[in-house]
């Protein structure tokens, strides 16, 4: 089943920070963040694995709340170069953990 | 540098025609995946490889086809049953598919931006 991100899209000034949620109504093995700048392909950001772990990548960091199933991606002092869609990609726990991927998060950084 | 290529970049295919879409990755990866993304939209899957000369159909495989003979690659043919195949096509390969964590990342080629005609 397809994980459930929020907002579905985003607006903010440079600098000020953003939060994106990623929801499963599965028990989660792990969850993988992406961004995708318009026209091109999807990069991989950082993969949380169950356990609570939280990771980060330069200002961008996220964190795995394995007792809801929700995975949140911490975007800080936001910069230009963050705009893109951010994609969730889900791994069920006992399953065959193939990736589910969410619809995606769009923002879009003003200066 | 290891990587994932497709080729073309742009493809323009007129109606009633079949089209094949490149996908090599040098990454040594076992698993393989076609993607289709339509205009602001999500990651929908097509097919997908785990191993050679081996495929499954994903959530939207009617009018694909795929082939799987090497390792290093998996093509995908677009054929004039599809109806409406004008779209953003993303390969994409993982160190294996039935495995937990790291080994499951998928890794993307650049994409090729199909337009029929």
């Known amino acids: 089943q397809q994980p459930v991100q929020s907002p579905q899209a985003v607006i903010l000034r440079e600098g000020e920070d953003a939060v994106i949620n990623c929801s499963s109504s599965?028990?989660?093995?792990?969850v993988h963040w992406y961004r995708q700048k318009h026209g091109e392909a999807p990069v991989f950001l950082m993969i949380?694995?169950?356990g609570g772990e939280q990771k980060g990548h330069e200002k961008i960091s996220a964190s795995f709340n394995e007792k809801k199933q929700q995975s949140s991606l911490y975007l800080t002092a936001s910069q230009l170069s963050y705009s893109g869609t951010y994609f969730c990609?889900?791994?069920?726990?006992?399953?065959?953990?193939?990736?589910?991927w969410g619809a995606g998060t769009k923002l879009i950084i003003k200066p | 540098d290891g990587g994932i290529t497709q080729s073309p970049k742009y493809l323009f295919r007129k109606e009633g025609q079949n089209v094949t879409l490149s996908c090599e990755q040098n990454?040594?990866?076992?698993?393989m995946y076609w993607y289709r993304q339509d205009p602001g939209q999500g990651l929908r899957l097509i097919y997908y490889?785990?191993?050679?000369?081996?495929?499954q159909k994903g959530d939207i495989a009617e009018g694909y086809s795929v082939s799987r003979e090497k390792k290093e690659s998996f093509p995908l043919t677009v054929t004039s049953a599809q109806k409406n195949p004008t779209a953003f096509y993303l390969c994409a390969s993982s160190i294996a598919l039935t495995s937990g964590g790291t080994s499951s990342t998928q890794y993307f080629g650049p994409g090729t931006r199909l337009t029929v005609l």
């Open positions: 990454l040594n990866h076992d698993a």
């Open positions: 949380l694995l169950k």
């Open positions: 490889s785990q191993i050679v000369n081996d495929f």
């Open positions: 599965k028990a989660l093995y792990s």
């Open positions: 990609g889900t791994q069920v726990q006992y399953s065959n953990y193939q990736l589910i």
